[in-house]
Nanobody
Framework: VQLQASGGGLVQPGGSLRLSCATS????????MGWYRQAPGKERELVAN???????SYADSVKGRFTISLDSAKNTVYLQMSSLKLEDTAVYYC?????????WGQGTLVTVSS
């Protein structure tokens, strides 16, 4: 399974970006697709995840600003990020998991700066 993340870039505070992650693997009902991020000097943390049936959860720090969605037909998960803050600057990674199997994408850099 290979995951290809894209959509990162430089954005001003208050701006928006949409990240995409295409997976070569099948998205089963028990598959969880997620976005994580790692800021410089910090540990990787969960941003949001979603099950194939559309049930999603978010970190408190992004609730109301970020939206995760899944297009099963395209095997792609998205992360719509709005009202971006300086502290959202990080490398964003997508992850696919089912059971004990976990796969990571290569990461895409999001920089929020004025």
């Amino acid at each position: 399974v290979q995951l290809q993340a894209s959509g990162g870039g430089l954005v001003q505070p208050g701006g928006s970006l949409r990240l995409s992650c295409a997976t070569s693997g099948t998205i089963f009902d028990i598959t969880v697709m997620g976005w994580y991020r790692q800021a410089p000097g910090k540990e990787r943390e969960l941003v949001a995840n979603i099950f194939r049936r559309g049930i999603a959860s978010y970190a408190d720090s992004v609730k109301g600003r970020f939206t995760i969605s899944l297009d099963s037909a395209k095997n792609t998960v998205y992360l719509q990020m709005s009202s971006l803050k300086l502290e959202d600057t990080a490398v964003y990674y997508c992850r696919q998991s089912f059971g004990s199997r976990i796969y990571w994408g290569q990461g895409t850099l999001v920089t929020v700066s004025s």
